[in-house]
């Protein structure tokens, strides 16, 4: 045997032992920056009406109740993977209720910012909301970041679309015991009587369905569409875009356990919308406009 012989024989064993290994330990895809949807914002003028409207009448679980909080008042609660916030900024200016935008769960926000720079991702500045006790002492709650490409003002009192990474202090809120403790009212009410289970969906307008896609496509990879336009963002809601005139959410679909449950609820209530054979809706008119329709899980 030559020495040309001799060098490749133990080459050739090394390359043969590595190419055994499963493809997840060669090459390593980056994790999603994103987790899934933390939390849905609705503005509203009147917060207070439609946060009576999802905890009293549709009676879902509180995630934080109505309060105001350094000029801010929001009240939270649970549709089973996802919480719906309604909210009234100050200086807001009188308009009628906005489903403005939504909070993604960083994984975890320094990583996340490190990893949004690395996909050319551009964002805002950090925007901690810190509560001063009545010692004179001050607490950072949370911290928000707004995703610039995907909203049309850094700031969600002026904009139309707002879509923005939320990280919780630990110390203010555990997050995934509150998600267990959301879960679990809500699955031993039975979804309230409108029978909730879920967000399934939030469907996004965009002007361009297009860049739009290839935008989300870089946030949510490695993760891919399971349709055109269509993502699942970890265990939250899904992501759907579809062409419109603006950009802007357009909506919600809501998964319930028996669509002809929820159809006799609203009915009783006054607050049957539109009815086809696989969904019905909520009158807009009597949800301050907003567009939540409703369909059976599988």
Known sequence: MNRRNM???????????????PAAA?????????????HIMIRADDPGNLYAFFSEILQLPIAWPLATRGRVTSGGVGFGNVNVEAIQFPGQKPSHTLLVGFGFEPSPLAECLGELDRRGITYGELRPFVLTE??????????????????????????????????YSPTYVDVEQRRARLNRDLLESGGGPLGVMAVKEIIIGATDVKAATKLRERLLEPRRASAPG?????????????????????????????????????????????????????????????????????
């Open 230 to 298: 269509l993502w699942q963002a970890g265990d939250g809601p899904a992501i759907r875009v579809v062409r419109a005139g603006e950009n802007r959410l357009q909506g919600l679909v809501i998964s319930v356990v028996s669509l002809q449950r929820a159809k006799a609820f609203l009915q009783e209530k006054g607050l049957l919308g539109s009815v086809s054979e696989k969904e019905v809706t909520i009158d807009p008119s009597m949800v301050q406009a907003l567009n939540i329709r409703l369909v059976e899980k599988r």
């Open 26 to 38: 060669q090459v390593k895809e980056p994790a999603p920056p994103v987790r899934q949807v933390d």
């Open 7 to 21: 060098i490749s024989i133990p080459l050739a064993a090394i390359f043969l032992a590595f190419s055994w290994l």
């Open 134 to 167: 009545q010692d004179g002492s001050k607490k950072t709650l949370w911290t928000n970041v707004t995703l610039r490409q995907f909203s049309d003002s850094d700031r969600p009192a002026d904009a139309t679309i707002h879509i923005f990474l939320s990280e």
